[in-house]
């Protein structure tokens, strides 16, 4: 007889999900899934519109991550055009970018993932949130926290049009230069921001990498298995969020793949699973193997751990620094047979990488800003419409995100495919459940502590469910009419 277990739904991330465990006789798991049961369709229903309508729409898919999809979206549409950023105009939305890295990191680290250390793992649901964390820490951090998501938020609200759903991109260029009477404004931002990522990285290391407790957590097995891992680099191989090259390497260390976005379709394939409507990629190089890790499975994955696993370096001295000291504590400095870092697997320290992250976004505004034609008013041109494809690649802060767009003599869409950075992570987040249900619930013991523990397996994916779900797959049509009975209901959804 099978026992069953439900956590529904799981907390602290975007948009809705599940996870299913499935215990033997003996009270042990057999199996254990993570589920998606929401469909957005936004892959479907962006065909037969303008093309450059796209930046506005597909910010609308999260309201946690617009940026990134503005900005994916807005790249691809510069591709299909055939059309270069003006350069004022790439170092505007760059700068927004890295601004909107920094409120995205802090969200996720003492918002969604940082109370199940700075309050407890063990602690009552009802804690483990971020008032929870202001309590322990003090409302005077809290305060730091707020003003910093805050200050940046205004940033992006400036230069962007709006605060949330930002508005500014436009093909080749953007909307609004920035204005030379704000440069200092900005610039004390970024200094602020450097001094709260760091601030930040002090409150990891005192609360979690001084504490035994916590560090064995980090560094056990419950919580490591080895996939490849992907990022984007530029072209001196440090890590970058905006443009660059998509690099993999293996289990190893190894380079097996360096290429440009618009050649994604090359080496990433997608397959679907009747039990969830988010995909499971997969590297084609290597094959869908199932659900296992190691050498030779096709599984990858795509986080800030992963960024920092196929970077030689961060391009920040600062973030440099503390990147070092992230590989020396995990004794993976310098190992590799090509003189590179051993990847480390340890899924935990995905939030330590997060932290590094945000200080080279910090790092990086300032350099942007101190670029001596930051507030040239050249940032936009006139476009000719035109058919063709374009692809437009950013670092999501969940992972590598691909927009792909096909579009006619009009401008209009025939086709378009999304990759984020939650559906990259779908498989690997898979294994990471199984693996911590597996290690942490026998005899049928699953406290809310433990069952909190497993939660923490996906949440340090930062997953964002509502990005993460674009189009029907054959699997998911088929689960949709098993579940309405309604084959009148699938024909709606197909014809729109």
């Not at 809705?16 to 479907?44: C, M, T």
């Not at 940046?152 to 230069?159: A, M, S, V, Y």
């Not at 767009?405 to 459940?433: C, F, H, Q």
């Amino acid at each position: 007889m099978t026992h069953r277990i439900t956590i529904d739904p799981i907390t602290r991330l975007e948009g809705h999900g599940k996870i299913e465990i499935f215990l033997d006789d003996a009270g042990e798991v057999s199996s254990a899934y993570f589920q998606i049961p929401e469909l957005r369709g936004f892959e479907s229903f962006c065909v037969g519109r303008h093309a450059e309508e796209m930046p506005n729409i597909t910010n609308r898919i999260c309201g946690v991550c617009p940026e990134a999809h503005h900005m994916a979206a807005i790249k691809a549409v510069d591709a299909a055009y055939g059309v270069e950023c003006l350069p004022a105009a790439r170092r505007i939305r760059e700068l927004i970018y890295m601004a909107f890295y920094v409120t995205d990191h802090t969200t996720h680290f003492y918002c969604l993932g940082g109370p199940d250390f700075i309050v407890g793992p063990e602690a009552p649901a009802s804690e483990r949130n971020i008032l929870g964390v202001i309590r322990k820490v003090g409302l005077d951090i809290g305060q730091r926290v707020i003003n910093t998501r805050k200050r940046n938020h205004e940033l992006i609200k400036q230069l962007g049009g709006r605060g949330v759903h930002l508005c500014g991109a436009v093909p080749g260029g953007w909307a609004v230069p920035l204005a030379q009477e704000r440069l200092e404004e900005y610039r004390q931002l970024a200094v602020d921001n450097v001094e709260f990522a760091r601030f930040s990285l002090k409150v990891f290391d005192d609360i979690v990498l001084k504490n035994p407790e916590y560090l064995d957590m980090v560094l056990s097995d419950l919580y490591r298995h080895e996939t490849h891992s992907m990022g984007t680099v530029d072209s001196s191989r440090a890590s970058n969020f905006y443009d660059g090259q998509i690099r993999v390497v293996d289990t190893l260390g190894n380079e097996v793949a360096l290429y440009d976005p618009r050649n994604y379709l090359d080496h990433v394939a997608e397959r679907v699973e009747p039990w969830s409507y988010l995909k499971f990629p997969y590297l084609k190089k290597f094959g869908w193997k199932g659900f296992v890790d190691g050498q030779e499975s096709g599984i990858y994955l795509a986080t800030p751990l992963s960024r920092l696993n196929v970077a030689d370096r961060m391009a920040t001295p600062l973030a440099q620094a503390e990147f070092e000291r992230f590989y020396e504590t995990f004794g993976a400095r310098g190992k590799a047979a090509n003189g590179r870092n051993l990847p480390v697997h340890n899924r935990l320290a995905t939030h330590w990488a997060r932290l590094i992250e945000m200080l080279y976004a910090s790092e990086h505004m300032l350099e942007l800003l101190d670029h001596p034609e930051i507030c040239d008013p050249h940032v936009r041109q006139v476009v000719q419409v035109r058919a063709g494809v374009g692809v437009g690649s950013v670092e999501a802060p969940r992972g590598t995100l691909t927009h792909h767009y096909e579009v006619d003599e009009r401008g209009v869409l025939t086709k378009v495919n999304m990759i984020v950075g939650t559906t990259n992570n779908n498989a690997p987040m898979s294994l990471s459940i199984m693996k911590a249900a597996k290690g942490l619930i026998h005899g049928g013991n699953a406290s809310e502590g433990i069952l909190n523990k497993v939660e923490m397996a996906f949440r340090l994916y930062d997953p964002c469910c509502s990005c993460a779900t674009h189009a029907l797959g054959k699997a998911p049509l088929e689960l949709l009419v098993r579940r309405t009975g309604s084959g009148a209901l699938l024909d709606r959804v197909v014809r729109g």
